[in-house]
């Protein structure tokens, strides 16, 4: 196992397309870190740099105590997970598995005894003498996972490795992926455009955009305390609802206006909002936080009046999209409420857990 280190790594395409700025990153050894953003964010760049399959154009990246960066790919004792697999379809998944160990003239006997350890842990044990067109596409991401378990390295890369599959075998690896760390305690990192995956997987997660990291924190804190807008509507789902309007008043008078409601500024928030009397500013309020079970129980809530666009049923909840002057949000309300498309509704808001943000720098304050 070894820690992962990038210093002011960048990434610069030809064209002068910098698609990694500056990223300053530690991996912490045995951490399953995932780095998640838009298409084209500079995640995927990123992995490929520690893996060696991207020069980087400028910085330093370390695993271990050595420096990397002039370091072929093969010697640097890391092993890569694709999003397509990889497998190479005359071989058996005996074959694929052992492929990489017999390139490097491990002896057969601990070859044999590496794949059947990996082929009990990711249940293969009677797959092994197949070839992938026997395979569904869960086992075959299950063989791909197996070639690199058997390498036995200091780093596990997995870029996007979940993305063509359905919904459930999504949740199905996802679970086992994480399970399969628990056992191993290597350092992982993992690239994936799926907010859902980040949350439920990593111990810390990167938030990335136009190739510059937007913050680094657990999935608990990234929720809670997002640095900026884009963190805050990236992270969560459905996301966060936003509301451009401005404060008036100071101290307990303190109130956000916008077209269609009013609402008080929560009490911890008056002080730093003081310095915005009378200037634009940004409300964040996520889902859960308007209409929800929770919110119509408080003893003195606030309200908005709200016409309902869309209704969203999912089972253990239910999404409402409803409109507010003109601003589109969304609430999550429990699956029995009494909505229906066209009705007009007042949601309960949960004013302690509104954010606020700076619409020029959109930073939070």
Known sequence: MASVTLSHVDKIFPGKVKAVSDVNLEIRDGEFLVLVGPSGCGKTSTLRMIAGLEEISAGTISIGDRVVNDVPPKDRDIAMVFQNYALYPHMTVRDNMAFGLKLRKFPKTEIAARIEDAAVVLGLEGLLDRRPKELSGGQRQRVAVGRAIVRQPQVFLFDEPLSNLDAKLRVQMRVEISQLHARLKTTMIYVTHDQVEAMTMGDRIVVMKEGMIQQVADPVTLYDKPVNQMVAGFIGMPPMNFFEGKILGVGSEARFITEG????????????????????????????????????????????????????????ETYVYARVGGAMFVSRVDPHANVGVGRSISPAIMVDHAHFFDPETELAL
């Open 261 to 316: 409601f009013t609402l008080p500024v929560p009490e911890l928030k008056r002080d730093l909002l003081s310095a915005y009397d009378g200037r634009a500013i940004t409300l964040g309020l996520r889902p859960e936080h308007i209409g929800s079970t929770a919110a119509e129980q408080l003893s003195d809530p606030h309200r908005i009046e709200a016409q309902v666009e869309v209704v969203e049923p999912m089972g253990a």
